[in-house]
């Protein structure tokens, strides 16, 4: 046993190039996946740990605004009321609880929304709620100030609180006035140091700690700037006096966090009363919208952010070990085949065949001892940059890197395990065979049905067009494994292009068609005519029935929430499909143009369907267009129609797209209009946010891809070089018999050319419809759709690659044919 | 009669203690049947790859007619291989995917005026010509390697150990074959083995031991026959 190991060993030398290869497929593997979840498990750790010790919030919510008790109205008694809110206000008292019209109450609701009051609003109903699903709330409140493109959130500390708790890095908390502690990154980007002061507006505040206080994994500044800039957005966190002083928007909403222990997988939490139509949440609440990305930011940004990142370089790791083990398998076949005559004798003389085929396992113990190792270290190296990005914008905590068991097993046990069963099966398969059939002569090989069929089929072409085809389908399983081996290239060739650049293409693709720089929403409808800005209509509401053109209805079994948006003729916003036509025109009163995100989603297409809800009535609308947009859920409608059928005699507005410069600073914004203004979002700053939030995707993308590439070009040379290797013979007879290098290579070498272009054809469909599974399956997770398509130039530029790796391989291994020996044919068997 | 091969002090050195040919020197006249004869490790396969091309001297001259073969370029000697020279193995060396029409198909490497049907029928293979080298007999596989060679009308064939894998019987019908192609087509045989028996159809016989010859006749009867057919 021994010796034959050594014996397998020494003829390793032999085949280099495979088992480089090897050794190269198992780094790969080894490599994306330490690179992936050593960054991602680190964060991972720390979330979890972060999440329990401070109490993190599970969900936040603001009251009900549908609930308003005349008692309530007494809230609104010290606010200096317009002419029409305090008329609005008169006319509820009137009114209250149950007489009002639905635009008194809409009006109604809009005042408490724009005076911050909807916390004190339904105490009893949140109480036996809460007690009902176990869970606390506290209010929690800030204050947020921008200067430029920085933005700085007061928050007050105190040491009670039982939900948001901050976590210290250094210093202590604030407890004098006018003492702030600061974010630890930002103290850490922007050099600022305990002891230090820091001016804002005007105040001087001395720094005497540094901290994290992220609401899930990063801190939220506002619901404008919902993604996390470690250079510009910074909290402070100062005593309740200092805080009252502090300048700035003040917001107000309650954290909650449920009591018993919380699986963050399970969505269910989020029907029922707590956000569902019967509860707190208000369906028609101006700020719905926003609400909403809170509540998505902050429970489901774990999944957002690093599930697909895990889900993907796990599967991704688990196809590359799949590729290594065909690859082993191969190159044991092709081994075995070369040795037959002397696993023949081996046999003979009395060895076993389980002694045999265990020789064989020195390829996955070598590749697995060499490639792993390699990977790890690679691996290791890589995850550095992945973890800055990460560490960028998730201000937590990181926990120092550990090699776990599940690791140890998985990088090293699993593959060792698996490619070792493999070559054992193989091998044993193999040279179990008797004695007398291993030993059996070269020429005597029978020729099987396939390749008999193919030779009758092709009896009429060139002699060299049959001979190549007559090697090419001697071996109906090697056929098979070359094109699947080929078509797992094709795969990662199509990886390479669907992956490289997608998701700068979208944003850019996305944010081209915003040429407006600002949406500010209104806490009131207006009906003003600001003909330099375009003006929407905006509302949340759930699709109550989709019906596709044909008259068949659409289930579906999740709610779905969508922005209806009333919409006139655009300036800066371009509507536009695929083909940039501009839909704007199609819309009518019923015609409606939805996002590609939505019809992606919920397979809508054209001329189908939605309905809706609206003052307790069903409209249905029929999708005229579908806009280039992956990231929205919206709807757009006519605004005129829109306003009526929510009961406006007036057509309004809600939210304005602008480009004026005024809105990039609070100070410049009129007094009236400030005080009607629920927030101001900078579109560019979100462009810039949300490219940074998708780096650390982009990155392993990239890794992932380049990878991919790298792995095809692998497979190829492992192809040509096994073609090479198990044509020996023929390719020596061939040269005693005079035939040129260039014409055996020309025969030889390009026996599975066809194969490859065919299993490369193939791996397009395949590539692209099984990553528009994955990403379609964690579209709700990432939050938009990724429109997955390669165009033909694309395919051709694949199909040229892969060739040219192909035919690389075959140039190194033109090396090998070059260097068979012509005595190899007279060799006696 | 001319000189298709003379050989001139040749030596084939692998490593100080490896003389493969040690100083030989040999005239092959063209239209004679050549056996080799010697044991295992004398050196005729060495001479058979330096005559055939298959391998240069380490020193000497090997002349193909006029045509010194030792300095000319591996190319070159592909295209003398290509052109001039048929191989007969000991163990066929068939292409099992190839039928037996196919398999001589191979050894057609230009255009010329052989008829592979033709071939086939000299060698009896008329019925074998569909079929696999799998389903054919050792016999009949070494007459397919025998017509491969012939397809290409080669000025000589090389024949190392032809009849080894065989039974008497039918090791007899091939070299009855091979006498058949040297006295109708005048084509040179060079045939080299361990087997003293097959000396019996050569016009010359060459001994050989450690790398040189050590002894060297011709069948006179054999000889003289020859010439006549050829005068």
Not at chain 1, 320 to 325: F, T, V
Not at chain 1, 688 to 717: C, G, H, Q, R
Not at chain 1, 763 to 776: G, H, R, Y
Request: include cysteine; proline fraction near 3%.
């Amino acid at each position: 046993m021994s010796l034959l190991f050594l014996n397998a060993l020494k003829g390793l030398w032999q085949k280099k190039i495979q088992i480089i290869a090897i050794i190269l497929l198992l780094a790969i593997a080894t490599t994306l996946y330490v690179a992936t979840n050593a960054a991602v498990s680190r964060v991972e750790e720390g979330y979890y740990d972060y999440l329990v010790e401070q109490n993190v919030e599970h969900f936040s919510f603001v009251p009900t605004l549908e609930k308003i008790d005349i008692d309530d109205l007494d809230l609104l008694d010290d606010k200096d009321l317009t002419d029409d809110e305090a008329l609005t206000v008169q006319q509820a008292r009137l009114c209250l609880p149950d007489d009002c019209d639905s635009q008194t109450m809409l009006f109604l609701r809009s005042i408490f929304s724009r005076y911050n009051l909807q916390v004190y609003l339904n105490k009893e109903e949140i109480d036996e709620i809460a007690d009902e699903y176990g869970f606390i709330y506290e209010l929690t409140k800030s204050k947020l100030r921008t200067d430029g493109n920085k933005y700085y959130k007061a928050v007050p500390y105190d040491e009670d609180r039982l939900i948001n708790k901050p976590y210290l890095v250094s210093g202590d908390f604030p407890k004098a006035d006018n003492e702030v502690a600061i974010l630890s990154n930002y103290a850490q980007v922007n050099d600022l140091a305990i002891g230090d002061e820091y001016e804002v507006n005007e105040q001087k505040y001395e720094i005497v700690g540094t901290m994290f206080l992220s609401d899930y994994i990063y801190p939220i500044m506002t619901i404008s700037t919902p993604f996390f800039d470690e250079e510009n957005n910074n909290i402070f966190l100062m005593n309740e006096a200092t805080y009252e002083k502090f300048s700035g928007t003040e917001s107000k909403l309650f954290s909650a966090r449920l009591d018993e222990e919380y699986e963050f997988r399970n969505r269910s939490y989020r029907k029922g009363p707590i956000f569902g139509e019967e509860g707190i949440m208000s369906e028609e609440a101006i700020s719905m919208n926003t609400e909403n990305f809170i509540r998505l930011m902050r429970v489901d940004t774990i999944q957002a952010d690093i599930e697909p990142n895990k889900i993907f370089t796990n599967a991704f790791v688990n196809v590359l070990l799949a590729i290594s083990a065909v690859i082993i398998l191969i190159i044991v076949k092709k081994r075995i085949e070369n040795e037959k005559n002397q696993v023949g004798i081996l046999k003979a003389i009395g060895y076993s065949a389980s002694a045999i085929a265990s020789s064989y396992l020195v390829y996955p113990l070598i590749g697995v001892l060499f490639g792993c190792v390699l990977g790890y270290f690679a691996g290791v190296f890589l995850s550095e940059p992945l973890i800055s990005v990460y560490v960028s914008y998730y201000n937590l905590p990181l926990p120092d890197y550990q090699i776990t068991w599940e690791y140890f097993s998985r990088i090293f046990l699993l593959p060792l395990g698996l490619l070792a069963i493999v070559s054992f099966a193989v091998a044993f398969l193999m040279v179990k065979k008797p004695p007398l059939f291993l030993l059996k002569e070269g020429s005597n090989l029978k020729v099987n049905f396939l390749a008999r069929s193919v030779n009758k089929i092709l009896r009429r072409a060139a002699f060299r067009t049959r001979f190549k085809y007559s090697l090419a389908f001697r071996s109906f399983g090697k056929l098979l494994i070359v094109s699947l081996v080929s078509l797992f290239s094709g795969l990662l060739i199509t990886l390479f292009m669907i992956g490289n650049g997608l998701f700068t293409e979208i944003l850019d693709q996305t944010f081209g068609n915003m040429k407006f720089d600002h949406i500010v929403s209104y806490n009131t409808f207006l009906d003003d005519e600001a003909e330099e800005d375009d003006l929407f209509l905006n509302f949340e509401n759930n699709i109550s029935k989709m019906v596709a053109a044909d008259g068949t209805e659409i289930d579906f079994e999740e709610e779905i929430t969508v922005t209806l948006s009333g919409v006139d003729t655009p300036q800066y916003m371009k509507i536009v499909d695929e083909e940039e036509n501009d839909l704007v025109p199609k819309l009518g009163d019923e015609n409606i143009i939805i996002s590609y995100r939505l019809a992606e989603l919920n397979n809508l297409n054209k001329d189908d369907r939605l309905y809706f809800e609206i003052n307790d009535e069903e409209h249905k609308f029929i999708i005229a267009g579908i806009y280039q947009d992956y990231f929205a859920r919206t709807v757009f409608v006519d605004r005129e129609y829109l306003s009526s059928l929510y009961g406006f005699e007036e057509t309004v507005y809600n939210v304005k797209y602008s480009v004026d410069d005024k809105y990039r600073d609070t100070g410049a914004i009129d007094e009236d209009e400030l005080d009607k203004i629920e927030g101001i979002f900078s579109i560019r700053e979100l462009e810039e946010n949300i490219k940074s939030e998708i780096e650390a995707f982009d990155y392993v993308i990239y890794i992932i891809t380049t990878f991919a590439a790298v792995m095809a070009f692998i497979i190829m040379l492992v192809i040509a070089n096994v073609i090479v290797e198990e044509n020996r013979k023929n390719i020596s007879l061939m040269k005693v018999l005079g035939y040129k290098n260039r014409e055996i290579g020309d025969i030889i070498l390009n026996i599975y050319t066809p194969f490859i272009i065919f299993a490369y054809l193939i791996s397009i469909p395949i590539m692209i419809n099984l990553v528009k599974f994955i990403l379609d399956y964690l579209a709700e997770d990432i939050g938009f759709v990724i429109p997955v398509q390669i165009s033909i130039f694309q395919g051709v530029v694949g199909l040229i690659a892969i060739l040219i790796a192909y035919y690389l391989g075959i140039g190194f291994s033109r090396r090998v044919l070059n260097k068979i020996s012509l005595s190899e044919a007279l060799k006696r068997e | 009669m001319l000189n298709i091969y003379t050989l001139k002090n040749v030596k084939k050195i692998y490593n100080e203690r490896n003389v493969a040919l040690d100083g030989v020197d040999l005239q092959i006249k063209k239209g004679e049947i050549v056996v080799v004869l010697g044991p295992s490790g004398s050196g005729k396969s060495t001479l058979l790859n330096v005559l055939s091309g298959l391998d240069y001297p380490t020193s000497g001259t090997v002349c193909y007619y006029q045509e010194e073969l030792n300095n000319k370029s591996a190319e070159t000697l592909a295209e003398y291989r290509y052109r001039d020279v048929g191989f007969i193995f000991q163990s066929y060396n068939l292409m099992p995917t190839l039928t037996a029409f196919e398999n001589i198909e191979l050894g057609k490497t230009h255009q010329n005026d052989c008829d592979i049907y033709e071939i086939m029928q000299k060698m009896d293979l008329s019925e074998q010509k569909d079929k696999y080298p799998y389903q054919l007999s050792g016999g009949q596989m070494q007459r397919v390697a025998i017509a491969r060679s012939l397809v290409k009308n080669p000025e000589v064939i090389f024949c190392d150990e032809p009849t080894g894998a065989l039974d008497e019987k039918i090791g007899k019908v091939v070299l009855e074959k091979l006498q058949e192609i040297n006295r109708d087509q005048h084509t040179t045989i060079v045939i080299v083995t361990h087997n003293p028996s097959i000396a019996k159809i050569a016009h010359t016989v060459v001994k050989m031991n450690s790398g040189k010859i050590v002894e060297q006749y011709s069948n006179k009867k054999r000889v003289a026959a020859a010439e006549l057919r050829w005068v």
